[in-house]
């Protein structure tokens, strides 16, 4: 965690997706650390469960829901009971995603094709579109934050589907960025690179390795081949880092990016 003793979020309610691991926990904690109330969400109600409870042991304020963000009416629902909750949202992080498993072109069919761009792209469009309505309605000048991927930029790993989505995604905070500027709501992208979270642990069960094998062997390719700079993965509190930042009052005149977080893998 950050342990900046800061507070920037005194008063403010952020809703994260995919908050039950990896990267969407670290921003949820962060968020909580500096003094927001946290509406949780994830597909796996055990695991957001545990989120909610690590904020309420910092004492703060939080609610856990389970929502498929590749469904509308979990989406619907969630913003509801949000709402009911804590009567507005200051910000909100489309972080949930999935991937691909790098299936071969050949491998992908129609129904891995909608599950991920329902997932990874137009489930992050509708939440945003619920609460930039109700941002509006309550002169709010809100944060989107979504998290993309370097990928999402330069294809390094050779997916299709998960490495075009993020594609879509940073095209879609563009769009956003530009329609919800004249109401004060800014709309950014954080672009990971390499990560440590448990996203990377189903390659190393498919190819029956011990835990951390599939990212330390990326990593050190990376290391090898120069792209990855800095000789490390990263952790998901240098994603969080990056979204509080995204969030505070000093990123004000920013909208419509998408900010690299990977130690140097991606420059553009
Ligand atoms: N770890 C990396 O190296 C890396 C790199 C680039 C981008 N990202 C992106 O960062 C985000 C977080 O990934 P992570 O690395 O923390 O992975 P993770 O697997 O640790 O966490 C992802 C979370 O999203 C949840 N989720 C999956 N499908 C969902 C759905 N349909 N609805 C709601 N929740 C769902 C999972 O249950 C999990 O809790 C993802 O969007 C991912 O694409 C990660």
Redo the contacts with the bound molecule.
């Keep these: 965690m950050g342990n900046t003793g800061m507070q920037r979020f005194q008063g403010k309610v952020v809703l994260v997706?995919?908050?039950?691991?990896?990267?969407?926990?670290?921003i949820a904690c962060r968020f909580a650390e500096e003094g927001a109330a946290v509406a949780v969400?994830?597909?796996?109600q055990p695991?957001?469960s545990e989120t909610a409870a690590i904020i309420r042991q910092m004492g703060r304020t939080t609610l856990d829901i389970g929502?498929?963000?590749?469904?509308d009416d979990?989406i619907a629902q969630m913003v509801d009971a949000v709402l009911a909750t804590f009567d507005h949202v200051d910000i909100v992080v489309?972080?949930?995603?999935?991937?691909d498993s790098n299936k071969s072109f050949d491998e992908v069919d129609s129904a891995l094709w909608d599950?991920i761009y329902?997932?990874?792209v137009k489930?992050p469009f509708f939440l945003t579109q619920r609460i930039a309505r109700h941002m509006i309605e309550k002169k709010i000048a809100g944060r989107v934050i979504n998290?993309?991927?370097?990928?999402g930029k330069t294809n390094r790993g050779g997916t299709i589907v998960?490495a075009s989505s993020?594609s879509a995604l940073i095209g879609l905070t563009q769009g956003l960025a530009f329609q919800l500027a004249p109401y004060d709501i800014t709309v950014n992208a954080v672009?990971?690179?390499?990560?440590?979270?448990?996203?990377?642990?189903?390659g190393d069960k498919m190819m029956d390795m011990p835990q951390g094998s599939t990212?330390k062997m990326v990593v050190d390719a990376s290391i090898e081949s120069m792209q990855l700079k800095m000789s490390r993965?990263?952790r998901?509190e240098d994603?969080a880092g990056a979204v509080v930042f995204l969030c505070s009052d000093d990123a004000s005149y920013m909208t419509g990016q998408a900010i690299n977080v990977?130690g140097g893998l991606e420059y553009h």
Excluded at 17 to 26: E, L, M, V
């Design positions: 997706t995919g908050a039950g691991s990896g990267i969407g926990r670290a969400s994830d597909i796996d695991q957001v929502c498929d963000m590749g469904n979990d489309n972080n949930a995603g999935t991937g599950r329902a997932i990874n489930g998290i993309a991927s370097t990928e998960y993020k672009c990971p690179g390499l990560i440590d979270t448990p996203i990377w642990h189903k990212i993965a990263g998901p994603i990977c």
